[in-house]
């Protein structure tokens, strides 16, 4: 009887910590098989959902995809071969030419509810601490959220040995990271600085993490790893500079949330944006 009873606390147990994990919200990144390709070849781009970069938790359904595009320097097109494999969506990419070509993709919005521990947990894991002193100072942190959240990322690849640059290109996405110069020049121990960009205008005093595959990952205190190794704030033109120590992949990440009108759904809508790249 003692057994049984044991067995029935360890499930509920284990439920109990999926059902407060399920709720931390993941980046949302795009893994290029190759950032270097040569002329006339495609490539899978692996879209990840995760917190230990570059590692997928989950796969993101293909109908939740609002843009998916492919931009170079004087053409745009459409991605529209998607499908979920495992735990990723796989974009078919092919650039129609020689050049280097952002990717880029945005999710549709979509609303999760929680209990105010499960946001304050969420507020502190994922670095948006001026939302957690607003809901503190009106004595709110035991107050149940419904959040309203959608997603965007980027990367960047070369197709060929020559070709025009794209890296400037700006996507138009909701919140967006914008190179201040090329990454495919970049070297480890230097600096890329990036322009973060909410509805096309700089963004100022933003939260910014870094960091890089290979790298050993950190347990948060909700019990969720994480990979970030550097962070950062955005200045007053909304530009940061990323310190790249190590050579391989990398991301750049931040989440921006604003208060939402009275009259809304929901509480707090929040935007996500990552950017991928190689440093060689």
Wanted: charged share 25%.
């Amino acid at each position: 009887m003692k057994s049984k009873k044991s067995g029935i606390i360890i499930i509920v147990t284990l439920i109990l910590l999926l059902t407060v994990t399920s709720v931390i919200a993941h980046d949302f990144w795009l893994i290029p098989e190759f950032f270097n390709i040569p002329s006339g070849l495609g490539i899978h781009v692996y879209a990840n959902n995760g917190s230990v970069f570059p590692e997928s938790l989950n796969a993101v359904d293909p109908g939740r995809i609002s843009y998916a595009k492919i931009v170079g320097k004087n053409k745009t097109v459409d991605i529209s071969n998607m499908k979920t494999i495992e735990n990723s969506l796989v974009l078919d990419v092919k650039p129609p030419s020689d050049g280097q070509w952002i990717i880029g993709v945005q999710t549709k919005p979509r609303t999760i509810d929680m209990t105010g521990k499960e946001f304050n947990e969420y507020l502190d894991h994922d670095g948006i601490p001026n939302v957690y002193d607003i809901r503190k100072k009106r004595g709110e942190l035991d107050k149940a959220v419904t959040e309203f959240y959608q997603k965007s990322a980027k990367t960047i690849i070369q197709c060929g040995n020559g070709g025009p640059k794209a890296w400037s290109q700006i996507l138009g996405h909701y919140i967006e990271f914008v190179p201040l110069s090329d990454p495919a020049e970049i070297k480890a121990g230097d600096t890329l600085r990036f322009k973060l960009l909410f509805h096309g205008k700089p963004l100022a005093d933003a939260i910014i993490s870094s960091g890089h595959a290979g790298i050993q990952s950190h347990t948060h205190a909700s019990g969720e790893e994480h990979t970030h190794a550097h962070n950062y704030r955005t200045d007053s033109d909304g530009v940061v500079g990323v310190k790249v120590t190590e050579k391989g992949k990398w991301y750049i990440e931040t989440t921006y949330m604003v208060e939402t009108p009275d009259k809304e759904e929901y509480d707090w809508h929040s935007f996500w944006a990552t950017m991928t790249f190689e440093v060689k």
